[in-house]
């Protein structure tokens, strides 16, 4: 059997983070400034900017941990 299936996550082996909010500010503060690098008009600068800022904001705006993850 390969274990006990975690509630929080369903998934076998993957650690549950303490607070998964700092984690992904700090995840996504350094994309971000990573891709400060990257021409502006180039596409994947301008698609990877969207769909970080849109998840940042959720990061921001949500503190409940539980409804950030189903949405």
Same mark, same amino acid.
């Given at each position: 059997?390969?274990?006990?299936?975690?509630?929080?996550?369903?998934?076998?082996?993957? &650690?549950?983070?303490?607070? $998964?909010?700092?984690?992904?500010?700090?995840? *996504? #503060?350094?994309?971000?400034? &990573?891709?400060?690098?990257? $021409?502006?008009?180039?596409?994947?600068?301008? *698609? #990877?900017?969207?769909?970080?800022?849109?998840?940042?904001?959720?990061?921001?705006?949500?503190?409940?941990?539980?409804?950030?993850?189903?949405?």
């Amino acid at each position: 059997m390969a274990g006990a299936l975690k509630k929080t996550t369903g998934l076998v082996g993957l &650690a549950v983070a303490e607070n $998964p909010h700092e984690h992904l500010r700090i995840l *996504y #503060t350094k994309i971000l400034a &990573a891709l400060q690098d990257i $021409p502006k008009d180039a596409a994947y600068r301008k *698609y #990877t900017e969207q769909i970080v800022n849109e998840r940042f904001n959720m990061v921001k705006t949500e503190p409940n941990v539980i409804i950030s993850a189903t949405t």
